[in-house]
């Protein structure tokens, strides 16, 4: 089966092929054309390459303020202190900040004083409106309703959601409860906090960065609890992107690809922990038909693929920084662990279902079946 690099290359070798078969037929048979068409090619590859090459403006941190979600670890941690080594004036949301989690006892004693930790559960309303109000306490008086120029007034200046929860399991083995849990944290998580600090980044012209993940693009296989939480996050990102224009608030969209690793949400505890609970509440007629057999076999598949992905957070991040601090920051950034991670999530979507969907299956002849199909 042709992997979607193999077939990245394909198109480019027969996209040049065409381009340079038309261009010698225009040679021969219309020379204006043709000197017109090759003129018009490179001057759109050398724009290209200059608006690539020449370096892009980025704000001050001086004077704004960012709150991030997640910084426990992961993403968000490192996002904060790459912030505050800048001079942003950033407030880390941490759902262990008042129990002594090791992510925001570390960004104490790591980062500047201009740096602040906030407890944040984004699945709980109070908390939630507790963060917005130790935000809101902490800047100038009258900075909420008025847009500030000058560098010397702090003013919130960007909302980051990052975090996340992940739930692995076939459909059939997740329960409701499960479903619940993930769709609370990862995407009505991330409309509690967005509509609570709107009225703050709306009235300073701010944005909103929202990081979602491949998944929500195309769902893979034993993950349907986090692909679609991913994909409503996409949803309402640009409908909130379209919704704020009017307002100057940019909406950005950072989608990471196989960076698992590289976060807290595939830990051993955290994998063997979800394994348990789906046994222990799967149904009695589910667990017979699959039979233990298939399913130790799936969930050790799952865990070893997510031992392969990238363990280095440092391009989602720079993307990320990218979504901050960038003048005019781009509506979406997606994030490959690799040129061919990145190059498989940017053309599934271009590619026939039926190509897809065996791309996407993993079965192999040697497998282990559920004791069902067995019989």
């Known amino acids: 089966m042709m992997k979607p690099l193999f077939l990245f290359y394909c198109a480019i070798l027969v996209g040049l092929t ?16 043709y000197y017109l068409c090759t003129g018009i090619l490179l001057g759109s590859v050398g724009y290209c390459v200059v608006l690539y090459l020449v370096p892009k403006s980025r704000v001050s941190g001086n004077g ?23 001079g942003f004036t950033v407030f880390a949301g941490c759902l262990l900040a008042d129990s002594g989690g090791e992510g925001s006892k570390k960004l104490r004693a790591e980062c500047s004083s201009r740096l602040s930790t906030v407890q944040i559960d984004v699945t709980d309303d109070g908390q939630v ?11 100038p008086t009258g900075s909420e309703g008025e847009y500030y120029e000058t560098k010397r007034q702090l003013r919130i200046y960007a909302l980051v959601n990052n975090a996340g929860v992940w739930q692995p399991g076939e459909i059939e083995w997740v329960s409701m409860a499960a479903y619940r849990r993930v769709m609370e944290v990862n995407a009505f998580g991330t409309v509690r906090v967005t509509k609570a600090f709107l ?17 929500g693009l195309h769902a893979t296989p034993a993950a349907s609890a986090y692909c679609m939480t991913k994909a409503a996050v996409e949803f309402f990102s640009d409908a909130l992107r379209h919704e704020m224009h009017k307002w100057g608030v940019k909406v950005v969209i950072v989608q990471p690809g196989n960076f698992a690793q590289s976060t807290d949400i595939i830990l051993p505890t955290v994998f063997n922990k979800y394994t348990e609970d789906m046994q222990n509440n799967m149904e009695g007629v589910v667990m017979e038909d699959y039979g233990m057999e298939y399913f130790d076999f799936k969930m050790e598949q799952l865990r070893v693929e997510g031992e392969d992905e990238a363990n280095d957070p440092t391009d989602v991040i ?3 920084l990218d979504a901050v601090t960038l003048t005019t920051p781009s509506h979406r950034y997606l994030v490959g662990s690799s040129f061919e991670d990145y190059v498989t999530w940017m053309w599934l979507g271009y590619f026939p279902t039926w190509w897809t969907d065996l791309a996407e299956r993993t079965e192999n002849e040697g497998d282990p079946k559920p004791a069902m199909l067995k019989n």
């Open 64 to 86: 704004k303020a960012v709150f991030i979600t997640g910084c426990d670890s992961g993403f968000g941690f490192g996002l904060a202190k790459r912030l505050d080594s800048l």
């Open 199 to 215: 009225p703050l980044i709306r009235r300073t012209k701010g944005r909103v960065v929202n990081v979602t993940s491949a998944v």
């Open 318 to 320: 720079k993307a990320m």
């Open 129 to 139: 409106q507790a963060a917005v109000r130790q935000v809101r306490d902490s800047l």
């Open 18 to 33: 065409t381009i340079s078969g038309l261009l010698l037929l225009l040679y021969h048979c219309a020379p204006v054309l």
